[in-house]
C-alpha cells in the first residue's frame, strides 16, 4: 500500500527518471549489443573501409581547405599522405577487429578515434556528406560499451578459460537506446532543416519533380527510368514529398517502440533504398550499418525483454550415514 502511494505522488522528475532508467538500464542479455556489433562493423567493412582512401587529400592545394568545427577548433590539418595511407590500414584492422571481436573495446576505440579524422578529413574540403558523423558517434557509443561479451573472439576466448558467461546487466541495454536516439535524431534534424530552407513548399509536388529530375541530367551516374516516370505523376510526387517529411520530421515516435518503431523505421529504411535507386546516391549505403541497433526485438535476442535466467538449484538435505 504505501509502495503504491509513494508511486502516485511521486513528482513528474521522479516518474521521468524511473522511465528513462526502465528503458535505457534494465538488465539485458549481451547476445543483442554483441549481434549489433557484428552487423555494424561488417558493414563498415563492406562499404566504409574501401571507401577510406585519405592518402589523395594530402595533395589537393590549400586554397580548397575549408575544415570543420572540430578540425578548427582542434587545429587538426592534412597530414602528410605517407601518415595517411598508415592511418587508413589502421583504422580498417581497427574496424575488421571490431567486427569479430578481437580485443574489442580497444579496436572499437581506435576505430572511434581515427575515424574521426578518417572519415571527417574529406569533409574539410567544401563538401559535407550525410552519413559518416552518425558512424563516428556510433563508434563511440560502442567504444563506451562492453560490446565484446557476446558474438565475439574475447568471448569464445574467455569461454575456453572456464569463464563463466556475464549475467544480464543494464550494460548491454543502454548502447543499443544510444545507438537508435542518434538514428533518430539525424533523421529528425534533416527533417527540420527542409521545413527551416523550404517550408511547406518542400512538400508540394513540384519540388519533389525536381528533386527526381535533377540527377538526371548529371554525366557521373546512370540513372533507371523509374525516376523520370514518378516524376511525371503528380500524385506520386506530393505522396513521395509528404511522406518524407512525416517521416524525418517523425522520427523519434520510434523511440515508443512496437508498432510504431517498425512503420517508421521501415519507412526510413525503404526512403534511403529509394533515395538510392531513383536518385543514384549509393554514398548513403554506408548509413544503413545504423539500422543494425533497430533489429533486436522482443523474444529471443530483444534486450527489451532479456531478464535473468539463473537458475537456483533446490537444496536437498543431507542425511548422515549411520554409524
Not at 539485458?28 to 573501409?49: D, E, I, S
Not at 586554397?63 to 580498417?92: C, H, K, N, S, Y
Amino acid at each position: 500500500m504505501s509502495v503504491a502511494m509513494s508511486a502516485a505522488t511521486a513528482s513528474l522528475p521522479t516518474r521521468l527518471a524511473r522511465a528513462l532508467d526502465a528503458r535505457w538500464f534494465a538488465p539485458a542479455r549481451p547476445q543483442p549489443l554483441g549481434l549489433c556489433r557484428v552487423l555494424f562493423f561488417g558493414c563498415m567493412l563492406l562499404r566504409v573501409v574501401p571507401q577510406a582512401r585519405s592518402a589523395p587529400w594530402a595533395d589537393v592545394p590549400d586554397v580548397f581547405w575549408m575544415p570543420t568545427d572540430l578540425f578548427a577548433l582542434l587545429r587538426i590539418g592534412v597530414a602528410p599522405a605517407a601518415v595517411l595511407t598508415l592511418l587508413d590500414a589502421t583504422f580498417a584492422v581497427a574496424v575488421l577487429l571490431a567486427c569479430v571481436g578481437l580485443c574489442t573495446r580497444t579496436a572499437c576505440g581506435t576505430a572511434f578515434v581515427l575515424g574521426i579524422y578518417v572519415l571527417g578529413l574529406p569533409q574539410c574540403f567544401g563538401k559535407i556528406d550525410h552519413w559518416s558523423g552518425l558512424l563516428v558517434l556510433t563508434m563511440g557509443v560502442l567504444a563506451l560499451a562492453r560490446a565484446g561479451d557476446a558474438w565475439s573472439m574475447d568471448a569464445w576466448l574467455r569461454r575456453r578459460r572456464g569463464v563463466a558467461p556475464p549475467p544480464p546487466s543494464g550494460e548491454y541495454r543502454w548502447p543499443i537506446e544510444a545507438a537508435r536516439l542518434l538514428l533518430v535524431l539525424v533523421f529528425f534534424a534533416a527533417g527540420i532543416a527542409k521545413l527551416r530552407q523550404g517550408g511547406l513548399g518542400w512538400m508540394s509536388a513540384d519540388n519533389m519533380r525536381a528533386i527526381l529530375l535533377a540527377p538526371h541530367y548529371a554525366n557521373d551516374r546512370a540513372l533507371p527510368a523509374l525516376g523520370l516516370r514518378v516524376a511525371e505523376s503528380p500524385l506520386a510526387c506530393a505522396m513521395l514529398a509528404v511522406t518524407t517529411i512525416v517521416a524525418e520530421a517523425g522520427a523519434p515516435l520510434a523511440l515508443l517502440g512496437g508498432w510504431v518503431a517498425g512503420a517508421v523505421i521501415g519507412t526510413l529504411f525503404a526512403m534511403q533504398l529509394g533515395i538510392a535507386t531513383l536518385l543514384g546516391v549509393h554514398g548513403s549505403f554506408p548509413f544503413l550499418a545504423c539500422y543494425a541497433f533497430w533489429l533486436p526485438r522482443r523474444g529471443r535476442l530483444a534486450p527489451s525483454a532479456a531478464r535473468s535466467t539463473t537458475r537456483v538449484e533446490p537444496r536437498t538435505a543431507r542425511v548422515p550415514h549411520a554409524a
